[in-house]
């Protein structure tokens, strides 16, 4: 759990703290409320729910430093807001984000220890009642969507293999004999040809679809009121957090990757909670140029390619160089320098993917951990006996 002082550091000034308002919500209007609440949110609690945000805000910060650290992306990066900016949704960037959101998770799990020590029958009781169903709901949600990922890993590995056949072919030799052109042509056609419907399908059901999933995930999410309060009321919040984390990351990991069942073309991005509060700021900065690539890949500047492959950087500069790669040979032109680049990002798609994969895995192992605990506090509270105010003075 983050420090005091970590927070405070953080918070800098009155724009981090949570006094601002989270869909009309703020710690005043908490302590307010909280009067004619029978479960009082304490001052340790409304402290610990702004560390947990202030440390998200540090991480997803670090994701992305070009959005979020300046003031104006126009000003830092003017290429960039104009829509040629560097790749946004490349292995670094998705091993960051998963990792952003692990550090949320274990906090979320020790602010959950925290207000369920206390009151265990708390998160049976409105409005937690609500966003924990939906946390659970979209957490399992999210292992399908994990395996899907996971998948799609091995595919695409299979599928770069064909970029390193032909690199390998045509490098050797200038010019190539005419077995390994021939090689070389077959590599890169199956290259080309293989579309990222196909990379997963054959894997999974067909009544299955990574879009459903992620609109599933968009619909049930109980957003908290202005009219709750008390430590329900905060608990609400921090679930609230972590289950927009969650829908997120999925979102941005279908994009990048052909998961069965369609990819996320058509799918609209996870609704943030209202731009006030700086962890949704950040996250919304996020968003949008997730957004921005996707339509620069899949309108006039990309490639039909990304429009089923997903926008991953890595797996679309295999695809473009293998273009090149295939253009120079059927053209008789200069290959070893193109053979030279295809293996070059070939070998960087292989690279990434291992320790990525492994990153992946450490995200599903997570959730269902969290999903357990959270299981495990649901049947700990429905066994518990009923908050009484006159325990806090006993």
Same mark, same amino acid.
């Given at each position: 759990?983050?420090?005091?002082?970590a927070?405070a550091e953080?918070?800098?000034?009155p724009?981090?703290?949570?006094s601002m308002?989270?869909r009309s919500i703020?710690v005043?209007s908490?302590?307010?409320?909280?009067?004619?609440s029978?479960?009082?949110?304490s001052?340790?609690?409304?402290?610990?729910?702004?560390?947990l945000? +202030?440390r998200?805000v540090?991480?997803?910060?670090?994701?992305?430093?070009l959005?979020?650290?300046?003031?104006?992306?126009?000003?830092s +990066?003017?290429a960039?807001?104009?829509g040629?900016?560097r790749?946004? *949704?490349s292995?670094?960037?998705?091993?960051?984000?998963?990792d952003?959101?692990l550090? #949320?998770?274990s906090?979320? !799990?020790?602010f959950l220890h925290?207000?369920?020590?206390?009151?265990?029958?708390?998160?049976?009781r409105?409005?937690?009642?609500?966003?924990?169903?939906d946390l659970?709901?979209?957490?399992?949600?999210?292992l399908?969507? +994990?395996?899907?990922v996971s998948?799609?890993?091995d595919?695409l590995?299979?599928?770069n293999?064909?970029?390193?056949?032909?690199a390998?072919?045509?490098?050797p030799?200038?010019?190539?004999?005419?077995?390994?052109l021939n090689r070389a042509?077959s590599?890169?056609? !199956?290259l080309?040809?293989r579309? =990222?419907?196909?990379?997963t399908?054959?894997?999974?059901?067909?009544s299955w679809s990574?879009? !459903?999933q992620?609109?599933?995930?968009a619909?049930?999410?109980?957003?908290p009121?202005? #009219?709750?309060?008390?430590?329900?009321? *905060?608990l609400?919040?921090? *679930?609230?957090?972590?289950?927009?984390?969650?829908?997120?990351?999925?979102?941005?990991l279908?994009?990048?990757?052909? #998961?069965g069942?369609?990819?996320?073309?058509?799918?609209?991005?996870p609704?943030?909670?209202? &731009?006030?509060?700086p962890?949704?700021?950040?996250?919304?900065?996020?968003?949008?140029r997730? *957004?921005?690539?996707?339509?620069r890949?899949?309108?006039?500047?990309?490639?039909t390619?990304?429009?089923?492959?997903?926008?991953?950087?890595?797996?679309?500069?295999?695809?473009?160089?293998?273009?090149e790669?295939?253009?120079?040979?059927?053209?008789?032109?200069?290959?070893?320098? !193109?053979?030279a680049?295809l =293996?070059?990002v070939? &070998?960087?798609l292989?690279?990434?993917?291992?320790p990525?994969?492994?990153?992946v895995r450490d995200?599903f192992h997570r959730v269902?951990?969290s999903?357990e605990?959270?299981?495990?506090?649901?049947?700990?509270g429905?066994?518990?006996?009923?908050?009484?105010?006159?325990?806090?003075?006993?």
């Open positions: 759990m983050p420090t005091a002082a927070g953080c918070r800098g000034g724009s981090v703290s949570l308002s989270f703020s005043i908490l302590r307010r409320n909280q009067v004619a029978m479960e009082p949110s001052e340790e609690e409304l402290l610990q729910l702004d560390l945000h +202030c998200l540090t991480s997803l910060q670090s994701v992305l430093p959005t979020i650290s300046s003031g104006s992306t126009k000003k +990066c003017p960039a807001a104009a040629g900016g790749p946004v *949704v292995l670094p960037f998705l091993y960051k984000l998963i952003a959101f550090d #949320c998770e906090d979320f !799990k020790s925290l207000v369920l020590s206390r009151n265990p029958n708390l998160i049976s409105p409005p937690l009642d609500r966003a924990v169903s659970l709901d979209r957490s399992l949600k999210a399908d969507l +994990c395996n899907s998948l799609s890993i595919s590995r299979n599928w293999r064909h970029a390193d056949i032909a390998s072919a045509l490098i030799l200038a010019p190539p004999a005419p077995s390994r042509r590599a890169l056609s !199956k080309a040809g579309s =990222a419907l196909s990379f399908s054959s894997k999974i059901s067909r990574a879009t !459903k992620l609109q599933a995930m619909t049930s999410t109980a957003a009121r202005s #009219c709750d309060s008390g430590s329900a009321a *905060v609400a919040i921090a *679930v609230n957090t972590i289950s927009t984390m969650l829908a997120f990351v999925m979102w941005v279908v994009l990048a990757f052909p #998961c069942g369609g990819v996320a073309g058509s799918s609209p991005p609704a943030t909670a209202v &731009r006030q509060i962890w949704t700021v950040a996250l919304a900065a996020l968003q949008d997730v *957004v921005e690539e996707r339509r890949e899949r309108g006039g500047g990309g490639t390619f990304a429009a089923v492959a997903g926008i991953l950087t890595e797996t679309l500069a295999v695809e473009r160089v293998g273009r790669v295939m253009e120079a040979v059927s053209n008789g032109g200069e290959t070893i320098g !193109k053979a680049e =293996a070059a070939s &070998r960087s292989e690279d990434g993917l291992l990525f994969e492994m990153k995200l269902v951990r999903r605990e959270v299981l495990r506090r649901l049947d700990i429905s066994r518990s006996p009923p908050f009484s105010i006159a325990s806090l003075f006993s």
